[in-house]
Nanobody, 114 residues
């Protein structure tokens, strides 16, 4: 069975940092482009960052320079390092793995607030 399990979300003050992790099982991890997406109340789900097996990365303009995506194929885990967090980063963050089909994690809440 395919599972993507996120961890690392929580409450953080503006300017703070969090690192999200997503551990995959049930897939040939290296064959998948991995990514992080987020959805805030009243908004559509948006791409935050993606990373291919060849380490090619793409970022939403709103997070460039602040967020970094990485992957560890040996651990079958993808990470999202989030620095200089802003209130507008508040959302549920979802892990995604995409090949010919796509799989989603359950999501983890990130709240940036004073």
């Amino acid at each position: 069975q395919v599972q993507l399990v996120e961890s690392g979300g929580g409450l953080v003050q503006p300017g703070g940092s969090l690192r999200l992790s997503c551990a995959a099982s049930g897939i040939i991890f290296s064959a998948y482009t991995m990514g992080w997406y987020r959805q805030a109340p009243g908004n559509q789900r948006e791409m935050v960052a993606t990373i291919t097996n060849g380490d090619h990365q793409e970022y939403a303009e709103s997070v460039k320079g602040r967020f970094t995506i990485s992957r560890d194929n040996a651990k079958k885990t993808v990470y999202l390092q989030m620095n200089s967090l802003k209130p507008e980063d508040t959302a549920v963050y979802y892990c995604n793995g995409r090949n010919l089909r796509a799989f989603w994690g359950q999501g983890t809440q990130v709240t940036v607030s004073s």
